[in-house]
């Protein structure tokens, strides 16, 4: 029925950023938790040295098999990406 979600899924998010003085760098968390057996949890940090240049850092872990049966969490069929990302930015 409506307001139920998909199969009635319920996930727990929390997130939060902290820029430090200037925002010169910033460190950012957020973690996405199904209680059906799967989370995911992204840390990172933003380096800005210029005003035109910034450098972001983080990192993507997945368990999607942390109990129960993985088939009735949404986190199970990408528990492979696991990964670390580095961009780099130019504003012109």
């Known amino acids: 029925g409506p307001g139920k979600g998909i199969n009635g899924a319920n996930y727990v998010v929390f997130a939060f950023q902290q ?3 200037q925002d010169i760098y910033r460190v950012g968390f957020a973690t996405l938790y199904d209680p059906k057996g799967g989370i995911l949890v992204q840390p990172g940090v933003v380096w800005k040295p210029r005003g035109y240049l ?3 850092l983080f990192y993507t ?3 999607g098999h942390m109990g129960g ?3 009735n969490n949404a986190l199970s069929t ?3 990406a ?3 990302t580095i961009r780099v930015s130019y504003q012109f």
């Open 69 to 71: 049966n993985p088939n």
């Open 78 to 80: 990408a528990d492979f």
């Open 61 to 63: 872990y997945i368990n």
């Open 82 to 84: 696991d990964e670390a």
């Open 54 to 56: 910034s450098v972001d």
């Open 19 to 21: 820029p430090f003085p």
